[in-house]
Antibody, heavy 122, light 109 residues
Framework: QVQLQESGPGLVKPSQTLSLTCTVSGGSISSGGYYWSWIRQHPGKGLEWIGYIYYSGSTYYNPSLKSRVTISVDTSKNQFSLKLSSVTAADTAVYYC??????????????WGRGTLVTVSS | EIVLTQSPGTLSLSPGERATLSCRAS???????LAWYQQKPGQAPRLLIYGASSRATGIPDRFSGSGSGTDFTLTISRLEPEDFAVYYC??????????FGGGTKVEIK
């Protein structure tokens, strides 16, 4: 059974870079057919897609965050990572990693990590 | 930029009642790329429906999805106590490629 687990600092200072890693267990990130994604949720708010990466390294980012986001993959460790630069209090959110099936006949997120709260504060 | 508007914002119903949730897109969305999720407090979202009307694995048949173009609906035929949660629709394909609706909270009346 494939599982996702986010890890990283829960507190980041303003103007610094937020770094999170998602570890995939129970399956290979290189198996293909899935896009490995980051999604965030501001406290009490809805969901915002940040971006995704394929195991080959190709990426696609939300244009609203593109200038500050980097998503990378380490197939040897079965992990993918998120870096968000120049953070402000507006980046305080629960960050989820998720697996997306698509874009073939369908597109959907079928597997999610439990999420990790990242607070931006000095 | 495509916007998904969910209504109502909050739905107050009793167990056993029928819930009808709406997701309206500002531009046409491919039915294949419209999904619905359920989120309970402190938990990650869970996939309910994909392709507008296909139930995900393990989802009870009281959940159903329908719609096309710009109007999509999630229906819960008879609310069970565990169904009180927030529901999100999500589309893929239109700029900014992937968006979620603002959510509908289904609360106990």
């Amino acid at each position: 059974q494939v599982q996702l687990q986010e890890s990283g600092p829960g507190l980041v200072k303003p103007s610094q870079t937020l770094s999170l890693t998602c570890t995939v267990s129970g399956g290979s990130i290189s198996s293909g057919g899935y896009y490995w994604s980051w999604i965030r949720q501001h406290p009490g708010k809805g969901l915002e897609w940040i971006g995704y990466i394929y195991y080959s390294g190709s990426t696609y980012y939300n244009p609203s965050l593109k200038s500050r986001v980097t998503i990378s993959v380490d197939t040897s460790k079965n992990q993918f990572s998120l870096k968000l630069s120049s953070v402000t209090a507006a980046d305080t959110a629960v960050y989820y990693c998720a697996r997306a099936y698509g874009p073939g006949l369908y597109w959907y997120f079928d597997l999610w990590g439990r999420g990790t709260l990242v607070t931006v504060s000095s | 930029e495509i916007v998904l508007t969910q209504s109502p914002g909050t739905l107050s119903l009793s167990p056993g009642e029928r819930a009808t949730l709406s997701c309206r897109a500002s531009q046409s969305v491919s039915s294949s790329y419209l999904a619905w999720y359920q989120q309970k407090p402190g938990q990650a979202p869970r996939l309910l429906i994909y392709g507008a009307s296909s139930r995900a694995t393990g989802i009870p048949d009281r959940f159903s999805g329908s719609g096309s173009g710009t109007d999509f609906t999630l229906t819960i035929s008879r609310l069970e106590p565990e169904d009180f949660a927030v529901y999100y629709c999500q589309q893929y394909g239109s700029s900014p490629l992937l968006t979620f609706g603002g959510g509908t909270k289904v609360e106990i009346k």
